[in-house]
């Protein structure tokens, strides 16, 4: 998860330099390498529904969100965590909602932080979308569009840790040091309440949960292989609440 804060943004119905007056979020998975992410109100709407103020983030549960959140914005397969927002000159598709939403908030005399903390019901939806309408076609007047947005439906279940419904087997190998000795070392763990569809070693919630292994005093050169199944009868099972 990469969190902004502090700075000033171009504001893009504007184009004036604003304080940035609330954190933003967005989660990318590096997978251990180099990546490039984008920050904006769109990716932190997402994160909002996706995991709200406590949940723990998976790249699996956020992906979902976000592609349901850009799909219902009228950008489906536009990648609103990696997609670089263009605002000036040739705009893109992604830069025209983000001048919608700019708009939106002067219109409506809503803050920033009201509108990306906020997950909205049924009922709150419905008079978003009206008033999201409004505002998109005042700042694209050459490119009006119509929005029918139901935040809803972007709730995904088990999206941290406890009461997910995912499960994940994890075998650990390596060495173990023991009174001078080293022997093999073979574990099978059972792990289970994480977001579903998401066993991988990009899961905060499976290295959480599996932290202390790397600490197991004289373990070495450590492998970990992660299964959607666990193994019966696994060394242990870790429940996660």
Avoid: W
Wanted: glycine share 12%; proline share 4%; aromatic share 6%.
């Amino acid at each position: 998860m990469v969190e902004v804060s502090g700075g000033n943004y171009l504001d893009e119905a504007t184009s004036v330099s604003t304080a940035l007056s609330a954190p933003m979020r967005v989660v990318i998975n590096a997978n251990g390498g180099s990546v490039t992410g984008v920050v904006t109100p769109l990716t932190t709407l997402a994160y909002t529904y996706a995991f709200g103020t406590t949940g723990t983030p998976t790249s699996t549960a956020y992906n979902t969100v976000a592609t349901n959140l850009a799909t219902q914005l009228q950008i489906p397969g536009v990648n609103i965590a990696t997609t670089a927002p263009v605002v000036t000159g040739t705009v893109n598709d992604y830069g025209r909602l983000l001048a919608g939403i700019s708009t939106y908030l002067q219109l409506n005399s809503v803050s920033l932080q009201s509108l990306i903390s906020t997950a909205l019901d049924e009922v709150d939806s419905a008079q978003f979308s009206v008033a999201f309408t409004t505002a998109y076609n005042t700042a694209n007047p050459d490119h009006t569009l119509t929005f029918t947005f139901d935040g809803s439906k972007l709730n995904v279940s088990g999206t941290g840790v406890g009461g997910g419904s995912g499960t994940c087997g994890v075998n650990v190998q390596g060495t173990l040091t023991v009174g001078g000795n080293s022997v093999p070392l073979n574990l099978n763990y059972c792990i289970n309440g994480i977001a579903a569809d998401s066993c991988t070693s990009g899961n905060s919630s499976l290295s959480q949960a599996l932290s202390g292994q790397s600490g197991l005093a004289g373990a070495a050169n450590l492998n970990y292989a992660y299964s959607p199944t666990c193994v019966a009868n696994p060394d242990f099972t870790i429940n996660l609440n």
